[in-house]
T-cell receptor
Framework: DAGVTQSPTHLIKTRGQHVTLRCSPI?????VSWYQQVLGQGPQFIFQ???????GRGNFPDRFSARQFPNYSSELNVNALLLGDSALYLC???????????FGPGTRLTVT | KQEVTQIPAALSVPEGENLVLNCSFT??????LQWFRQDPGKGLTSLLL?????REQTSGRLNASLDKSSGRSTLYIAASQPGDSATYLC?????????FGTGTRLQVFP
């Protein structure tokens, strides 16, 4: 079975631009979460979606938004990119809450 | 506010040693605790999940324990190998998210 997949793998953007990152969860998983990991730090929670509804939001500005589609895949959108948005963006899927979270390989975003 | 700390930040050991990585958290109201491995520039690989009602979990050469009352977890790696070199992260689950420590960077040399 395929694990969590994310696209693209790498992305280079310029300050002020917009970016969309995509995630496909493990088949049967209805929960998708997004995390941002800057170099040398642990991942920081951005959003959680379950059954297409937002169930949690981290301490990130409104430039960050996300959605979950009927097939449970998800998009993370970031507007007006700043240099500080450069990071590894990780997607995690699970069958619900309180169970094991499985992470994808991440999207490396570089903002210049 | 939940805070997760991992000690040591880095560890370099010869092959064959038994290791203990430490994780501490400030709020004992957690659903579970999960240990992950991360290779440089890669995603996270789940190693072990300990539910809040459990005391330990084992997988191969790995054993993780959980003491909620003291806010501590340890990951024990037996007979370390160079392939174990990676960053190890612990994360506690709150109501809607995982809260991570900053990790222990492990290097096992031949």
């Amino acid at each position: 079975d395929a694990g969590v997949t994310q696209s693209p793998t790498h992305l280079i953007k310029t300050r002020g631009q917009h970016v969309t990152l995509r995630c496909s969860p493990i088949s049967g998983h209805k929960s998708v979460s997004w995390y941002q990991q800057v170099l040398g730090q642990g991942p920081q929670f951005i959003f959680q979606y379950y059954e297409k509804e937002e169930r949690g939001r981290g301490n990130f500005p409104d430039r960050f938004s996300a959605r979950q589609f009927p097939n449970y895949s998800s998009e993370l959108n970031v507007n007006a990119l700043l240099l500080g948005d450069s990071a590894l963006y990780l997607c995690a899927s699970s069958g619900g809450w309180g169970v094991e979270q499985y992470f994808g390989p991440g999207t490396r975003l570089t903002v210049t | 506010k939940q805070e997760v700390t991992q000690i040591p930040a880095a560890l370099s050991v010869p092959e064959g040693e038994n290791l203990v990585l430490n994780c501490s958290f400030t709020d004992s109201a957690i659903y579970n605790l999960q240990w992950f491995r991360q290779d440089p520039g890669k995603g996270l690989t789940s190693l072990l999940l300990i539910q809040s009602s459990q005391r330990e979990q084992t997988s191969g050469r790995l054993n993780a324990s959980l003491d909620k009352s003291s806010g501590r977890s340890t990951l024990y790696i037996a007979a370390s190998q160079p392939g174990d070199s990676a960053t190890y992260l612990c994360a506690v689950s709150g109501t809607d998210k995982l809260i991570f420590g900053t990790g222990t960077r492990l290097q096992v040399f031949p």
